[in-house]
């Protein structure tokens, strides 16, 4: 019988339709050992033996990749696949697939909690409260403040549309478009500087490419207002971190909310022991609705694969279609 890694420490302990899908079409399924992210020696170990993986942001490095020939199927519950080698997993013969369309309003919603967190000053009023100082203070509002969506994408729309609920003005920088988009939810669509240059929160939903690294660095983080904050839930590979924590002690942006870094899980940093700074670990795509059906979807693209089907709307290295052999 087949072997299916379900390898997301989220996913564990979890009776979902995901495991349903999976066991109807006949395979064995296999959960980690470890109850938190599998580090690379750890997912080399649990792969053994495996046929294809529900994976999360655990390494599929080249190591690992070579390590199992008979692996046909990473299939990411997420949208995101920088944790997945696919030069490598194309030239083995194995599919890469990721889920669209499942976890756009998870993050749009976390992207909130950190934008709200930051401009009530929720966790220090929080610490606060419960060391009986009673720290009241005059807040920021949300409505007319302009937030800047870097990447239009499905997670930028979902973002736009709660920013429009919000009140706030709403301004975009994306390189395609959805004009119908922005002409129905007000979103002004201008360049890259002008959104560093008018932004009050400025939130990034690029996607993660060589291009891409470290667009928010020492040059791009000097054309923020001074009081600007900066939001990051879609990768931490687009941040220069040492450039963003210079920025925040010279006090040249605001504040920062994070849920993704450079690496992950991240080292210790000053990040972590500043006031105005608001960090998560990489939880905004999972909330209980996106987890299962971010689940159901690389399940069912695992089944699909496994039939000879091609599901091509999720593989994103249709380049090894040729070579591909259940």
């Known amino acids: 019988m087949n072997k299916v890694l379900i390898a997301p420490a989220t996913l564990a302990g979890i009776d979902g339709e995901f495991l349903t899908a999976l066991k109807n079409a006949g395979f064995e399924i296999v959960f980690p050992k470890s109850k938190v992210q599998l580090l690379e020696h750890e997912l080399l170990a649990e792969l ?19 390590s199992n020939p008979q692996l046909r199927v990473i299939a990411r519950a997420g949208v995101g696949f920088d944790a997945v080698d696919t030069v490598a997993a194309s030239e083995l013969g194995m599919a890469v697939t990721i889920t669209p369309g499942t976890n756009q309003d998870a ?6 909690a950190l934008i709200l967190a930051l401009a009530k000053n929720l966790v220090r009023q929080h610490l606060g409260t419960c060391a009986l100082q009673w720290p009241r203070q005059a807040n920021l509002p949300l409505r007319g403040r302009t937030l800047g969506i870097a990447g239009l994408g499905r997670i930028g729309k979902a973002v736009a549309i709660r920013g429009e609920c919000f009140g706030m003005k709403l ?15 007000g979103v002004t669509l201008v360049s890259f500087d002008d959104l560093l240059a008018q932004s009050d929160f400025l939130s990034l939903h690029l996607p993660s490419t060589k291009e891409s690294r470290h667009t928010i660095n020492r040059n791009t ?8 904050y900066l939001i990051n839930t879609a990768r931490g590979g687009l941040v220069n971190e040492a450039d963003l924590i210079e920025a925040l002690q010279a006090k040249k942006i605001a504040g920062a909310g994070l849920d993704v870094f450079e690496e992950e899980p991240p080292l210790d940093s000053p990040l972590f022991r500043m006031e105005n700074v608001t960090v998560t670990p990489h939880a905004a795509g999972v909330d209980l609705q996106s987890r299962d059906d971010m689940a159901l979807s690389a399940a069912q693209a695992i089944v699909s694969l496994s039939r000879g ?15 591909f052999r259940w």
């Open 48 to 66: 053994v033996g495996v046929k294809a993986t529900v994976a999360g942001s655990e390494p599929y490095t080249i190591k690992v990749l070579q």
């Open 107 to 112: 993050v749009a919603e976390h992207t909130f």
């Open 171 to 185: 301004l975009a920088y994306e390189p395609f478009p959805d004009h119908a988009f922005a002409r129905q939810h």
């Open 221 to 228: 983080l000097a054309k923020m207002k001074p009081g600007a």
């Open 309 to 323: 089907e091609w599901p091509t709307e999720k593989v994103v290295n249709p380049e090894v279609k040729a070579k």
